[in-house]
């Protein structure tokens, strides 16, 4: 994902209503986040479809690694040659 150029990428929620289309190209064309601010504050992100898909594509992975982390940790695991007999057995090679 680009960085986020504040000069360019944080907007007050006020800007973003008057100019929704606007903005919403702006990620579509630069594929930067853009932060939404409220009073002051930041209040929300708004992100190019590709760029979400790939932040919770990479989240999901991670997920799938501590889960088999923790699966190894606790010794619920099989070595690779008897899985690959298990495999070939299934097969009936």
């Known amino acids: 994902m680009p960085k986020v150029l504040p000069t ?24 930067r986040p853009l932060i939404l601010t409220q009073h002051g ?30 699966q190894i940790a606790e010794g619920k695991f099989i070595e690779h040659d008897d899985f690959k007999k298990y495999i070939f057995e299934r097969l009936g090679l």
């Open 8 to 31: 360019e990428d944080v907007r007050t929620l006020s800007e973003f209503r008057a100019n929704t289309a606007a903005f919403v190209n702006q990620v579509k064309e630069t594929r």
């Open 41 to 70: 504050r930041s209040a929300a992100v708004l992100l190019d479809v590709k760029a979400y898909e790939d932040l919770i594509e990479h989240a999901e992975l991670l997920h799938d690694v501590e889960v088999a982390e923790a």
